[in-house]
């Protein structure tokens, strides 16, 4: 695997900045507004965006996980059952506009999962998406961010993965490609 | 950590591994997140259909099963032999052969033979969930139990259980030996003599004639129901007399050294083995285990639903 980083630590704290401000342009104080991170990875970047946010506001966001393993639609499909990671939404989401949050869109199942397992816990008046990468050109549905980190155009044998300091040790992007002759 | 169950069909406890029941607490801790959601249901078993054959009487396990399918988004076809033509002289396999040839995926059945899951798990080709098999096992509601005991307490390891009442007759008693001690928990029996087995401390239990002495040594006393449909003979002199050996009242629970929790598979004979006031008491955790049964069950299908082949 050829290894490319797409954004290394520095761009990365600048992206989460941009992203909060772009949000607060949209959602002023926050009053009415709520993140929902996507388990597993899509929390790392609420923990983010959170933190920062509230730096900059000065009071509090609410923020809450959601699993999608059980609205899936790749059930049986897989080789494994799909085990499930903790759902955490603590607040009545009717009626508030609601920033579901993930780490990469590529197919969009994820984020179709993602609505309907969101809607079994009301009916939210807006929800947007965020994502701090998104891979273009392979969606499977037709679903498009509202704010985007970074945009990549990758190939289906390519990943791409988020790191994260408190995971990994180091915040970036990183880009695999598998060499030419393991295609 | 291992996602997959090790057994094709739930026809036991036996049968399970510990890793195989610690999954299945795992995912029941998100189902039971699922069922207190304003939405109490997921997409996720919406291509397979359940059949719940019931050849004997229940009500909770009949409802707590179906509810359970259906909070899994399965199609369920429910059967009862009272109004079934076993009544005409069908036999088991061609009852569930007929109903598999109408495309069902999962059987959960309960039977009054003991054996009667096995056999049918190793002639059909569907998932056999074991809903209660004579006097042999209740694997459902054993993981309910231990399920609940876990939630109380923290955990089950080290745990000291005891088990009272008719552990003859009783299904629940056995499943919930091999689950408890699967789990490292320590188990007692107490009943009458007539109703303890004769060699039922080669399970491994402790075995206990007097209540009292059982209810100071346990963290959790499970007081089973007298199965009196089940006795062709009379085991005991009277209702009455066993109530005063062997029911649990306010004043005995009142009296032990430490606060333990009461547990009861239910249906309760209130008055028998346990009165009212302690069924309704802070210490029982009855209550719980209804809820915790939904959960569960939800759990042990999807966890054998994953290993439907897809046709």
Same mark, same amino acid.
């Given at each position: 695997m050829e290894k490319q980083v797409i954004l290394n630590s520095r761009h990365f704290e600048l992206t989460i900045k941009r992203l909060c401000y772009e949000l607060i342009e949209q959602h002023n104080d926050f009053s009415n507004t709520v993140l929902i991170g996507l388990q597993p990875r899509g929390v790392n970047v609420v923990t983010r965006l959170k933190s920062q946010l509230e730096q900059i506001l000065g009071k509090e966001v609410l923020c809450g996980t959601l699993d999608i393993t059980f609205y899936r639609d790749d059930f049986r499909r897989t080789e494994k059952p799909l085990i499930p990671s903790v759902t955490n &939404?603590?607040?009545? &989401?009717?009626n508030k506009k609601v920033v579901l949050v993930d780490d990469v869109l590529y197919t969009g199942r994820t984020i179709r999962s993602g609505l309907d397992a969101l809607l079994a816990f009301g009916r939210p008046q807006k929800v947007e998406l965020l994502t701090l990468v998104d891979r273009r050109f392979r969606r499977d549905l037709p679903i498009q961010a509202d704010y985007i980190g970074k945009t990549v155009d990758t190939l289906v044998s390519e990943r791409v993965s988020v790191e994260w300091k408190e995971i990994e040790g180091e915040d970036k992007v990183v880009l695999y490609t598998p060499e030419s002759n393991e295609q | 950590m291992n996602n997959n169950l090790s057994v094709e069909h739930l026809t036991g406890i036996k049968d399970l591994t510990r890793q195989d029941i610690e999954l299945i607490f795992k995912t029941a801790d998100n189902f039971k997140d699922v069922i207190n959601r %304003? !939405? $109490? $249901?997921? %997409?996720?078993?919406?291509?397979i259909t359940i059949a719940n054959l019931f050849f004997e009487n229940s009500t909770r396990t009949r409802l707590s099963f179906e509810l359970a399918e259906k909070r899994l988004s399965a199609d369920v076809v429910n059967f009862s032999a009272a109004s079934s033509s076993v009544k005409k002289g069908e036999t088991l396999i061609d009852t569930v052969n007929n109903i598999l040839s109408m495309k069902v995926d999962m059987v959960v059945m309960r039977h009054p033979n003991p054996g009667a899951a096995k056999f049918l798990s190793e002639r059909i080709d569907a998932k056999v969930v074991n809903a209660g098999d004579g006097t042999h096992e209740h694997p459902t509601q054993a993981l309910l139990d231990a399920f609940s005991i876990r939630e109380a307490l923290g955990e089950v390891e080290g745990k000291k259980v005891v088990i009272v009442g008719d !552990?003859?007759?009783s299904r629940v008693a056995l499943s919930n030996i091999y689950c408890l001690q699967k789990l490292g928990a320590e188990v007692m029996v107490c009943g009458p003599t007539t109703l303890i087995p004769k060699y039922i401390h080669e399970l491994g239990v402790k075995v206990e004639h007097n209540l009292r002495k059982a209810l100071e040594w346990c963290d959790v006393a499970n007081m089973l129901r007298i199965q009196l449909e089940r006795q062709? !003979? $009379?085991?005991? %002199?009277s209702l009455r007399e066993y109530s005063m050996q062997y029911g649990l009242t306010k004043e005995i629970l009142d009296s032990l050294p430490k606060e333990i929790k009461v547990m009861h598979p239910g249906p309760i004979n209130r008055g028998v083995e346990i009165t009212s006031d302690v069924a309704d008491s802070k210490q029982s955790i009855i209550l719980q285990q209804v809820e915790n049964g939904v959960a569960v069950r939800m759990a042990v299908i999807y966890l054998l639903a994953a290993k439907i082949e897809r046709h």
């Open positions: &939404i603590d607040f009545v &989401i009717e | %304003p !939405i $109490k $249901k997921v %997409p996720s078993l919406r291509d !552990i003859l007759h062709d !003979i $009379k085991y005991f %002199p």
